[in-house]
Nanobody
């Protein structure tokens, strides 16, 4: 069973930055796609950013130019660098990995953007 463990969430002021990390218990080369999702209170979970095995990336329009997804194969990790954070970025952020027909989720990490 694959495990994904997120870290790096916290409280940050508007305009600030955070970097989320997701450590996988398996080689990231075994996944077709890895990504970050978020869910705000009362809202549906939404895709924030994704990166596939060819390193192609995809971002939600709301975070383009502010967030960057990347991977580190030596650490079996995927990261989400978040800059110019806004209050509307407040949510629980989840790491997800897809391996063919299987998908795996982390437990989530809270990001709160507030002054």
């Amino acid at each position: 069973q694959v495990q994904l463990v997120e870290s790096g969430g916290g409280l940050v002021q508007p305009g600030g930055s955070l970097r989320l990390s997701c450590a996988a218990s398996a080689s990231i080369f075994t996944f077709n796609v890895m990504g970050w999702y978020r869910q705000a209170p009362g809202k549906q979970r939404e895709l924030v950013a994704a990166i596939n095995i060819d390193s192609r990336t995809n971002y939600a329009d709301s975070v383009k130019g502010r967030f960057t997804i990347s991977t580190d194969s030596a650490k079996n990790a995927v990261y989400l660098q978040m800059s110019s954070l806004k209050p509307e970025d407040t949510a629980v952020y989840y790491c997800k990995a897809n391996r063919w027909n299987d998908e795996y989720w982390g437990q989530g990490t809270q990001v709160t953007v507030s002054s």
